[in-house]
């Protein structure tokens, strides 16, 4: 089965204007998809007929690519592992590997970066007894240097109100309605309930109690909005913070994950290392940094590596989906 869940942000040679009042648009609906026409128009002083025509427009100029879920895979007997990649291959190779590693059916995240720390970000959901053969999908001769972090937390930025959320690792047993109902979600997370009960055949009264008891638990975390910030300018960072402790991580990400993001993640074991994705102009950057400062005793280096492109985030990965369903 493939699930085809995929933002993908990529470098464009379409550069376009994007009014200030759209970037609101995306900033209100950015952590909420599931936001109704009429909560958006409230948030901007709009009527609904206005909203759904700037979404529309924003869809039609593939600014906004999709509407998702956040799932909290932890919860689902998984484990998140972020693999920072050192090599040495030729554009042309690094063109061959980023196809190879797209097919692999655990992997949730592929970043390509230019320069610094790492040439590959890649984020891979299993479970402890599958992990090495996921990494073995994704290795190659020409890899030099290998970071495997397995992650501890997720500090999203979930709301106007710049809340965060720390993911517990208390895992639950979901039917194959339950599972069905998050994938579907994953897909498009902007479906009627009409929609999602035809897909799921479940009654539309307990789809609604069974989303807001996905929230409740932490299983959802957020209706994330994809959209393609490069192609109207901004571009995309990778923080990655070593601190000379662990007892400072937390602190430091909640701080991190109120600023305009798309989320902190902290690792488990030595080097303390949080990694950070900025999407945002250069100003955003100095927010950053302005964050770090009083941390800054406790920070033993950072670096800002720039994104060039995002070319896998799958929601949902086959093989997660493959071994939930009974």
Not at 97 to 110: F, G, M, W
Not at 119 to 142: W, Y
Not at 164 to 176: G, H, Q, V
Request: hydrophobic share 35%; net charge positive.
């Amino acid at each position: 089965m493939k699930n085809n869940i995929n933002w993908v942000v990529k470098p464009t040679d379409k550069r376009l204007i994007v009014k200030d009042r759209d970037k609101k648009l995306i900033r209100v609906i950015y952590a909420n998809a599931r936001m109704s026409l009429k909560d958006i128009g409230k948030k901007l002083h709009l009527s609904k007929v206005a909203i759904y025509n700037r979404l529309k427009n924003l869809e039609e100029k593939e600014i906004i690519t999709g509407y998702s879920c956040l799932i909290n895979f932890s919860k689902l007997g998984f484990s998140t592992y972020q693999i920072g990649i050192k090599t040495n291959m030729s554009l042309e190779e690094k063109e061959d590997y980023l196809k190879k590693i797209q097919d692999c059916r655990h992997v949730n995240q592929v970043l390509r970066l230019a320069g610094g720390k790492w040439d590959f970000l890649i984020r891979v959901l299993s479970q402890e007894k599958h992990l090495n053969k996921a990494l073995d999908l994704i290795k190659d001769s020409k890899i030099q240097e290998e970071d495997i972090l397995k992650i501890e937390g997720l500090f999203a930025h979930v709301g106007e109100d710049k809340e965060f959320s720390l993911i517990e690792k208390t895992e639950k047993d979901l039917s194959n309605e339950e599972i069905n109902l998050l994938l579907q979600l994953a897909k498009n997370s902007r479906q009627s309930v009409v929609e999602l009960s035809t897909k799921t055949k479940i009654s539309p009264q307990t789809i609604v109690s069974k989303i807001k008891k996905f929230q409740q638990s932490r299983i959802i975390i957020s209706f994330p909005t994809e959209y393609n910030p490069l192609i109207y300018g901004d571009e995309g960072y990778l923080l990655v913070i070593t601190t000379k402790n662990r007892s400072v991580q937390n602190n430091l990400s909640s701080q991190l994950a109120k600023i305009n993001s798309v989320g902190v993640f902290t690792n488990l074991q030595n080097p303390n290392i949080i990694s950070f994705h900025v999407i945002s102009g250069l100003n955003e950057l100095k927010n950053v940094e302005k964050t770090l400062q009083p941390f800054i005793n406790e920070v033993r280096n950072y670096e800002f590596i720039r994104i060039e492109e995002q070319s896998l985030y799958n929601f949902f990965p086959d093989e997660v989906y493959k071994i939930l369903i009974k």
